[in-house]
């Protein structure tokens, strides 16, 4: 009686749940569910109906459809859901469900869809897939599939997304696919195919819609079967490597959308016939190698987004684009277009971002491209633009990110631009601009970066700039300003950058500037400030670039100046007296100090009257040639290795020491001095210029001549050092470690790409800087060209490395005999440029992977 009893609840509850409940209960068992997503799954209710991801048609089944995306479970693929007889729809995206996927799922014969995407899944595609007679939906993307697609899935009957991308199928995008007349939309980007062509018998996929193929590893020519695809909303080859042009059967393309081509090899010119695809709303070609103009009837009625940066286009902007009512975006940076911007541009359109950089255009800008207020970023950097700025665009609210820089502008500035409040980035350096800053600055409450260099601004800077807490930097060197700095820029705890230098300032520097916590450079060179240096600046914890120098300070220098770890210290020119502070009475530091009558430091040949050495060009060349040995000890093996490779024939160690022996007994200085003239001149620095000088014994070296004003130390910039190309130096103080700081003295193009987002800098963003050296020397490319466009020297040997193979990388100048060194050396080069500076390996280690890149073969 009593095991009965006990029994009977058991029982009962078998009873209750149903057959499918069961079933499901075995998947939830073969699950791991750690956040308890299915806890709903309750074995005492009679059908699973009302569980968590279950649907049924009616209260007691049967079951349609299972949805537990997003839930963290984790297991092999439940294969008990295929005893679910009118199971329809499965969804496991965004789970954990690893292992392979059975080739028993063809048991699910009533399956409409099956998206496991976002899983863990590897193997091989299962071919039996295609035999489930209903399915319509096979969505596995970001996965680990790997292997061939199946050449069953030519025979998927009701098949209408196909969707693998992200993946890491392999063989070539398969031909046999274009038998599966009912598809709609097929996707396969993103996966690790060999390179092949795309299958022109894709032209009877009449009923597609989306066809996406980026990054497929496709070569050759755009088939133009491909306009038989009448249906197609959205053509996707991006990132590959097709060449040839846009055929013009692309007009056929009735229903198309989105046209996305960029990065790819693609030339000639934009056909005419995409006038005809009046349906077109985004059009993509940028990165390619596109001639000719941009076609007047490209600029359709529907046209939201125009992107054809990076190619060789040339001719006008068509006047027609101003009838495009929906463009909110046009970028065309980087082309050789030239002529006026039509005057009505914008007039109709609602403009978000306008991106015109680095072509020919020239003209005023016009009147109404704000005309809609939506205009955000207004990007005419490096063109011949000139007149005045419109009044309509400083009243243009949007407005986050302006950049007119390198320009032809003239005239003031309307008011309203000043003060923009939600502006970001105002950017009219390299201009001719005049008159003030005007107080409306004040309202210029998001305003990071204020650059105004180079123009013929005058009047002195207004008290309001001091408000606008956000500001990094403010450059306003190279103009007219007078008057005095303004007290209220001491209240600017986040700048980094104060350049006032080549102005009429005068007065004091202002008291209070303790708050500067964040200042790397003060520039406040060659203007006509006065009074003593404050003690305090001493105190500014990051500070690596001071320049004073051209002014009339007086007084003594502060000693607390030596608190500073200074990359860059100009006193010159000024009135100051008295002693040196010790630690700046060195040699290395002269240059720091000239033209102050007053001041006499312990070594000989500061103070005027006693001149300088007639040697001191000589001596001073002497001291470069031993500092660049030192240099090329590091950058120099590469170099040479690489370009001369008859190095190569010794043995490695014998090409060390013929380096070694090399700078010392090889050459003279005179032989060396007698030869840097400025036809040899093959590069310049912040610090100087390097020239190349061929020896007598037919060996050639670079030679770089420091500037005057380099600061030196005798002790150390002769020991091996990798210097000079602007990288960030860390900034310790005692008891700090190693924390990271806000230091930068960098040459654009050098600078670690955390710089830019956090502005901070360490160790591992000087190790990004030696690896643009590195690719420098390996491509033969400076670290920023107009050819990489947006992109600098390590976007481009990735972007050219992936798309176009390591021989489009490699300078052709190097003797590709010795590839598999070069590539070795490029592999550092794009090892020490990872994004993650935790990925980058130590200059330690840098040395020993270049030593064992140039040895291994030996
Ligand atoms: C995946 O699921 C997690 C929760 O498990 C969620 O935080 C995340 O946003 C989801 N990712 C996507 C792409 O849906
Ligand atoms: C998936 O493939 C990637 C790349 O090959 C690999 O790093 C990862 O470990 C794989 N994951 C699984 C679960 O197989
Ligand atoms: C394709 O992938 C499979 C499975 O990962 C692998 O065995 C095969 O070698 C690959 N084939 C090619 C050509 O890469
Ligand atoms: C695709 O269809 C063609 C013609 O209908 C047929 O010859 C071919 O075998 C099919 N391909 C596959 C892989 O089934
Ligand atoms: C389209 O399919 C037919 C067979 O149905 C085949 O003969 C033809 O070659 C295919 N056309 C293209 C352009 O692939
Ligand atoms: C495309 O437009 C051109 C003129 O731009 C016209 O001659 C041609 O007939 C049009 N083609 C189609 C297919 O509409
Ligand atoms: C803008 O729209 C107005 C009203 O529809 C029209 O009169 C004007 O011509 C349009 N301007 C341009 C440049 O298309
Ligand atoms: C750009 O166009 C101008 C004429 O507008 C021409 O002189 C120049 O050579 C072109 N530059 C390039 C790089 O095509
Ligand atoms: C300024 O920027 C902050 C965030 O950076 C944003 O939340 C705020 O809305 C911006 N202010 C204006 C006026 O745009
Ligand atoms: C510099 O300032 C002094 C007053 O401090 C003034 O007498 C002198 O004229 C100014 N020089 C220049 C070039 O503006
Ligand atoms: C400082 O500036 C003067 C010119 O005013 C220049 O001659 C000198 O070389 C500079 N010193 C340094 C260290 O840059």
């Known amino acids: 009686m009593l095991v009965v009893l006990l029994c009977l609840p058991l029982f009962l509850q078998a009873l209750g749940l149903n057959q499918e409940g069961l079933f499901l209960q075995r998947v939830k068992q073969s699950l791991s569910d750690p956040t308890n997503a299915l806890s709903s799954w309750d074995q005492r209710d009679p059908s699973p109906c009302n569980w968590r991801g279950v649907s049924c048609p009616s209260p007691t089944g049967p079951v349609h459809s299972l949805h537990l995306s997003h839930l963290q479970l984790a297991g092999p693929f439940p294969l008990f859901l295929c005893r679910l007889p009118s199971l329809r729809s499965i969804s496991l995206a965004n789970n954990s469900i690893n292992s392979y996927l059975p080739p028993q799922i063809s048991t699910c014969q009533s399956l409409t869809t099956l998206d496991l995407s976002l899983n863990l899944i590897a193997g091989p595609l299962p071919p039996s897939l295609a035999e489930i007679p209903t399915l319509r939906n096979l969505i596995l993307v970001m996965n680990n599939f790997s292997g061939l697609i199946p050449p069953s899935f030519a025979r998927f009957q009701s098949i209408q997304v196909l969707n693998l991308a992200g993946n890491l199928l392999n063989g070539t995008v398969p031909a046999f696919l274009s038998n599966v007349s009912t598809l709609k939309e097929l996707d396969l980007a993103y996966n690790s195919f060999s390179p092949g062509f795309i299958p022109s018998q894709f032209g009877n996929l009449t009923n597609l819609e989306q066809l996406f193929l980026a990054g497929c590893n496709l070569v050759g020519q755009i088939p133009s079967s491909l ?112 002529g006026t911007l039509p005057s009505q541009l914008g007039e109709n359109s609602s403009l978000q971002f306008l991106d015109l950089s680095y072509n020919q255009f020239s003209g005023e800008i016009p009147e109404s491209l704000c005309a809609k207020g939506k205009l955000e970023n207004i990007l005419l950097m490096s063109n011949s633009f000139s007149g005045e700025i419109p009044e309509s665009i400083g009243k243009c609210q949007s407005l986050g990110r302006i950049r007119f820089k390198n320009n032809l502008f003239s005239g003031q500035v309307p008011d309203g631009l000043w003060g923009l409040p939600r502006v970001v980035l105002l950017e009219l350096a390299e201009n001719s601009f005049s008159g003030q800053i005007s107080k409306t600055i004040s309202t210029a409450h998001n305003l990071s970066v204020l650059s105004i260099s180079n123009n013929q601004f005058s009047g002195s800077l207004p008290d309001e700039i001091g408000s606008l ?390």
């Open 227 to 338: 306009g038989r695809l009448t249906r197609l909303q959205n053509l996707d080859l991006s990132y590959n490597r097709l060449t040839g042009s846009i055929p013009s059967s692309i007009s056929e393309l009735k229903s198309i959308e989105q046209i996305e081509i960029y990065e790819n090899l693609l030339s000639g010119v934009l056909p005419l016939t995409l006038g005809n695809l009046t349906t077109l709303k985004r059009l993509d070609a940028s990165w390619n190698e596109f001639t000719g103009t941009i076609p007047t009837e490209l600029c359709g009625l529907q046209l939201e987004s125009l992107n054809l940066f990076v190619n060789r286009l040339e001719g006008t902007l068509p006047e027609s684009i101003t009838s495009s009512k929906y463009l909110h975006e046009l970028k065309l940076y980087n082309n050789n277009l030239s």
């Open 469 to 858: 807490g956000t500001l990094v930097e403010i450059s306003a060197s190279g103009n007219g300003f007078t008057g005095q700095i303004p007290e209220s820029l001491v209240k600017l705890r986040q700048l980094v950058t104060l350049d006032l230098s080549g102005n009429k300032i005068e007065g004091g520097i202002p008291d209070g500037i303790k708050g500067w916590m964040n200042l790397n450079e003060l520039n406040l060179a060659n203007n006509n400030l006065s009074g003593g240096i404050p003690t305090d600046i001493g105190t500014l914890p990051v500070l690596n670039y001071l320049d004073l120098s051209g002014n009339s300070f007086s007084g003594k220098i502060p000693i607390e100046l030596q608190n500073l770890k200074l990359n860059m210290l100009n006193l010159s020119n000024n009135q100051l007296s008295g002693e040196l502070p010790p630690f700046f009475a060195k040699e290395m530091y002269r240059n720091s100090f000239l033209g102050n009558p007053g001041l006499c430091g312990d070594f000989e040949g500061l103070c005027p009257k006693i001149g300088r050495s007639k040697n001191r060009s000589h001596a001073w060349i002497l001291r470069s040639i031993f500092v660049l040995a030192g240099l090329g000890f590091v950058v120099g093996i590469l170099w040479f290795y690489m370009k001369y490779g008859s190095f190569k024939k010794n043995k490695r160690r014998v090409t060390i020491s013929k380096w070694r022996s090399f700078h010392k007994i090889g050459f003279s200085e005179f032989e060396i001095v007698d030869r840097l003239f400025e036809e040899n001149v093959i590069g310049s620095g912040a610090s100087g210029k390097v020239y190349k000088v061929v020896l007598g014994n037919g060996d050639t070296v670079a030679v770089k001549k420091l500037n005057r004003g380099v600061k030196k130390d005798d002790s150390v910039k002769f020991s091996a050092k990798v210097a000079d190309f602007g990288v960030a130096k860390i900034v310790k103080r005692v008891g700090e470690g190693a924390e990271p700081m806000s230091v930068i003295a960098g040459s654009y193009g050098y600078i670690a790409p955390e710089y830019a987002y956090t502005l901070r800098v360490n160790e591992k963003s000087d190790i990004y800087s030696f690896g643009v050296v590195i690719l420098e020397l390996v491509t033969g490319k400076p670290p920023n060209d107009p050819e990489f466009g947006d992109k600098d020297v390590v976007k481009w040997v990735c972007v050219t490395f992936d798309q176009k193979g390591v021989d489009q990388v490699i300078d052709p100048r190097l003797d590709l005999t010795y590839k598999e060194e070069i590539c070795r050396v490029l592999d550092i080069g794009l090892l020490c440029t990872n994004a993650l500076p935790v990925n980058r390996p130590s200059m330690r280690n840098v040395v020993k992977l270049l030593q064992e890149a140039v040895g291994r073969t030996s």
